[in-house]
Every structure is written in structure tokens, then in C-alpha cells.
């Protein structure tokens, strides 16, 4: 007969790191399918009812997340916390700082997408205690995902949503497929892979970078200790990076520019970039740049409020979106102190979580902190970037699951559980 009181303590089911790193794939084709699903409905005449495609992603995304909170129970009141916190946060900091609220209308999408997927998705992962095949899991979705963006890109992807969101969500797919296929050399991962690294180059050249920076690091990670691997490839890198600004290969881009325009592919913006030798230009930026460092001068330790580095950047210049930089982001919004203070906690957190895990984590922190911090430090915004928030609780979270003081008790309950 099973003792009530320890069937009670179990809260955690056993599949759990597993459903959580599924839920991570649900998040990657929430975000991906949820937009090219409008395109696709647009592009054969249904444009009545591109809404309910896309609701079609929100209720998949709901019902994979209601599963996993009814089959542990503990990770509720953890979500309903964490909501509860951000909804907090973000109404106090518009009662306190009234000119920042024309930005909660402007980014509403955004903090949607944050409160209903990114959030939770944080929370669920950050109670993962083993990452063992990360990877394998998340495929199926990386290959759907992959498959819907490229059916919609001929449909009108970019003049629909633009190249930003195209790399954007392209690339945490394309690094799935890649690290798949590092590991089990399948040719269909291949395929794919070859034609999704090609699509990359319609996004933003942010995103070229990051699946240049996430694939180059996998790598080496796989192979870290085949010394003479590394060495080459680190040779490699620093000889790519001088021969993409060179003549003779901007020669090579331009005509792989005019070869992929001839066969219908128009809107190149990463090619354009490396064709005209400005991939790692920073002329717009450097007006950016230093209008926030201006902006943060004159406002010193003043902490001003979320989004009030909009408010401040915007009067250099009604073009610019934000600071394009998360640490310049942050000494607008909470001044030279507080500012630098975050800075320091999450950039300590990110250096600790190179030493925490297995290799299945180590990987998925790999993607995970070039997919958002990386990103951030050249482009977009903390406050709307979603991947930050899963990235969030990957680092900061505990992952404690359950834990027993007497591990035979705990070998006990995990065997009544499964028999059950």
C-alpha cells in the first residue's frame, strides 16, 4: 500500500525536462508559424481569415502549456507569480512615469507575446534539471517552423512583416537543424539546412551573424577536444572576418546577389550588406550611439522608467527606435547606478552559466545567449525582445524541481509514480 503523504509530495512528473524542452519548441513555432500563417492564408486569397490562423498557434501554444502546469502542479503558482510580478512592474512604471505610456500602445504586440508565450516558457524552463538531448526534441518544431516560413516566403513574407522578422525567426530554427545535423549527419537536415543558411540572407545582417556566431561556437563546442580542429577553426574565423570586407569577395556577393535576384529572390537585405562590403558598417548606429551616450550625460543616475530611453532618443531623432544596445538601454532607463548594477548581475549570470551543466545545457545556453544577449548588444530591445525573457529564466533558474533530503525516499516515489 502506498504511503498518501508521499504520492502527495509528487508534484514533478517524470518526463518533465523533457515536456519543458518540447514547450521551448512550441515557443520557436509559436513565433515563427503564428506570423507565416498570415502570409500563407493572405497569399492564396483567404486574408479573411489570417486571424484564426494565427489563433491557431496561441491555442496550440495554450494547450501544450495547460498540459504540462496540470502534470506539475508546482510550476503554476510559479507562472501566476512571475505574470503577476511583470504586469506589476509594467503598471507601476506607467502610473510613475506618465510619458513613457504612449509606448505601452506602440509595443503592445510585443508585451503580449512576452505576458502569454515568452514569460511562461521562461518559468517552465528555468525547472529543467537535465538537458539531455536538447537538440533532438526541439527538431520536429525547427522543421515545421522552417517549412511554414518558406512556404510563406514566396507568398510575400517580406513585404507582409519585413527582413527583420524573417532572421529573426529563421534563425533559432536554423541552428536547431544545424546542431542536429552535426550530430547525426541526416541528409534531409542537410537539405534543410543548406536552403534555410541561403533564406538567412533576406533577413537583417544581424541575424547572418548570429547563425554565423551560433553555428561557429557549436562547433567548436562539439569539437573541443580535437585541438588541432580548433586551432583551424579559429584560424578560419579570423580569416573569413578579413575576407568578407575584401574586393575580391564583395565581387563574389555581388554576383551571388544578381544570381539569387535573377531566380525571384528580390529582397536580400544580409547579401545587399556583404555585397556592398557595410556588413559590419556602424554609420547609422554611431548617430545613435551617441545621441543615448548624450542622453545618459545629462540624465546621470536619474532612473527615468521602462521605455523612457524611447522617450529621450527620439528627440535626436523621430527615425530612431531605441538605443539599438541593451547596456546603453539600461543607464537610459534606470540611470548611470541602478543601470550599471543590472548590467553587472546579468552579465555575472551569464559568465557563471558557462560552468553550470551538462553538455546538452551548455549547448542550449550556446544558442540561447547569442539568439537574445548577443543580439541585443547591436540591435533591438530588452523590453520586446521575447527570447530575452526565456533566456531570463534559463539563467537565473534554480531548476530544483523537487529535492528530497533521503534520496531512497526519492527512489521510492519515482518508482510507485511510474508503476502507478
Known sequence: MTNTAELKIRNYKTT??????ALLGCMFLFYSGSYSIKVILSGIGLEAVTNFGSLFFYILWFYNLVKISIQNKFIIKKIVFFELLYIGILMINKATFPYTEQYYIEYHMFLRQIVLVFL???????QVKTFEDTFGILRKYAWIGSLLMLTAFPLGYMNYWGEQYWGVQLSPLTIIIFENYIKNKRKSDFALLAISLVMILAGGRQSFIVISASCLMLYLYDNRKK???????????????????SDFYIAIFKCMLEILQSL????????????????FSTLTRNYIYESAIVSIAANGTKVSGLFADRYYIRQFGRWIAYPHNLFLELWMDFGTVWGTVLAVILMAKAIENLFIGGEGRKRLYIALSILSLFRLMVSNSFMIEGYFYVLLGFLFGKGTGLRFKNPNKQKHIVSVYNRR
Open 264 to 279: 525571384g529572390l528580390e529582397k536580400m537585405r544580409a547579401l545587399e550588406y556583404l555585397a556592398n562590403g557595410n556588413l
Open 120 to 126: 511562461p516558457c521562461g518559468v517552465v524552463l528555468s
Open 227 to 245: 585541438s588541432t580542429k580548433i586551432l583551424l577553426l579559429i584560424s578560419l574565423g579570423v580569416i573569413v572576418s578579413i575576407i568578407l570586407v
Open 16 to 21: 518533465y525536462d523533457s515536456d519543458a524542452i
